[in-house]
């Protein structure tokens, strides 16, 4: 089953409707091999080296007549995307008087998320805490196995402390106050966290109101836009990107753009720039089926924005721009799902490409605690980031695993004290909530049981039982020992499994984010597939790549928002002479 809101329902129905708009608007109907053929011929004809990847899922670029135009306007900047990255754009663009235009195709901004990674900002100068940049520069880079541009991360370690630090005012509007959780450690390699031994800088911060909640409405997103519309600067809506304007096509300036409205298509030049901030591309089956071919062995629920479908990486290649080589995703590992649900796409009721799973974000599911395969053996170190666990999973059949624990699971997650979301320990220790109150609304849903015998349980799991009781048997012989000889576990995130009532719930990867997108320079300036700057063009967050490769460093908490956050400020900042 899929959880499909009203709003996923109408946005998907505006978004085909455009589709179809865009169709009648004159493009002549053209199979996917057509379009291929097409524009492997038109590679070749022009001498191109076909950017990452590039294959059916990329298509051509619409031809539109002028005279299809129904309106065009002009703006020195231009901002294409509503979201973490545009909204921050958009905002010091006002502040610093550079004229501007903010499109964004849905009839409302992005959700922000608000764990927000950042380097001395003046909560953590507040603290007495000094980073070691040069290290943390080269362990991002070693998450990345040095598949990424260096000099990009640096503009994120040099300068996201002073973004976190500007977004103070504009947060105490909707009163919501900034907070440093970063973990303080005399030795950063000994953090707590488990897995081996990580550097793990504190850089973790958040603006919270007076209960703690991140996510009570306004969220940081709304704050921008009641400011621009404060200022006269409101989003336009409902401007949906076709394809940017180029002068002498592959070679020339970026000089516009081109937007399906309500109206018709729209146009805007811009004098000084275009920034993408579109997003991914993880709403688009085949574009994940072709870059990540991985994620659908090891995803079996959504949590991403169904608007993220690529088109901005895509419009920007139409013009010549380059992606990053390997594809990256952000994947959770909270995907959870009922027994026999396998990883994977399926159809739902309209044939629709979608992952099984009800529930996005089953929190418990990133504990580390005991996790079997279908065969029910244990198969991995469970303290491991979250996806590099859901990696370690397609090895396994269906792409699945299975969590169990027993009633002590309270007390175990207090001992655990994971890292960032991941970290429920305040949700128990010290409150009156029980395991069962915790897990009921998936138990009602068959994604967690409970029994009070492991044979019982292995039966609602539909797992081999004597298999499972073998491997629950030498977990308890490690715990005993405190001290995993099997996989190397560390001894505090051990459990045991003997108290009834027993329980296990199956899970996957729960889909985010793609992180691989446009290829750009330490000013955020998109290249081209000869490494070329395309003059007028800019890119931001998950549009853009070169700082992410082949997994999410998930223990430098926030870092994404905070990189997509104080890029599109760059931008900005750059266009307007600040920096």
Known sequence: MTDCTRRDFLVGAAGAGALAAFGLAGCAPMSKEEAAEKASAQAQAEGTVASAGAGEWLGEAPQIADSDIVETKETAFLVVGAGNAGLAAAATACELGLDFLLCEKNDFVMTPRNFFGAIDTKWSKAAGIEYDRNLILNELARYASFKCNMDLIKVWINESGETFDWLEPFMAKGGKKPMFQGP????????????????????????????????????????????????????????????????????????????????????????????????????????????????????????????????????????????????????????????????????????????????????????????????????????????????????????????????????????????????????????????????SDWEAAGVYWKADTLDELAEKLKLPADQLKQTVDRYNELYDAQYDEDYGKESYRLSAIRTPPFYGGWFGGNLLCTLDGLRINADMQVLDTENRVIDGLYAAGDCSGGMFSGNYPEYYAGVAVGRTVTFGRHVARRLAGDI
């Open 184 to 439: 303080v450690f005399e030795d950063p390699y000994d953090s707590g966290e488990g897995g081996g031994r990580y550097y793990i800088p504190p850089i973790q911060h958040q603006y919270v109101d007076e209960t703690f909640n991140a996510y009570s409405d306004p969220q940081r997103n709304e704050l921008l836009e009641q400011y621009l519309e404060s200022e006269g600067h409101p989003t336009l809506f409902k401007h949906e990107l076709v394809k940017l304007v180029r002068e002498g096509e592959r070679e020339g300036r970026v000089v516009g753009a081109v937007f399906q409205t309500p109206d018709g298509y729209v146009r805007i030049d811009a004098s000084k720039g275009i920034l993408l901030a579109t997003g991914g591309y993880q709403a688009n089956p085949d574009m994940i089926k072709a870059l990540q071919p991985l994620v659908p062995k090891i995803v079996t629920t959504n949590g991403y924005m169904s608007e993220n479908d690529g088109a901005g990486i895509k419009a920007a290649m139409w013009i010549g721009a380059d992606k990053q080589a390997e594809g990256t995703a952000m994947i959770f590992n909270r995907g959870g799902v009922q027994p026999e649900v396998s990883a994977g796409y399926v159809l739902d009721k309209d044939g629709k490409e979608v992952f099984p799973g009800q529930f996005s974000q089953v929190k418990l599911g990133s504990q580390p605690f005991l996790k079997v395969n279908r065969e029910g053996r244990r198969f991995v170190n469970e303290s491991c980031p979250y996806d590099f666990l859901d990696h370690a999973a397609s090895e396994q059949t269906d792409g699945v695993w299975c969590q169990i624990f027993d009633a002590n699971a309270k007390e175990d997650i207090g001992r655990f004290s994971t890292l960032g979301c991941s970290n429920i320990k305040n949700t128990f220790v010290n409150t009156d909530l029980t395991i069962d109150d915790y897990i």
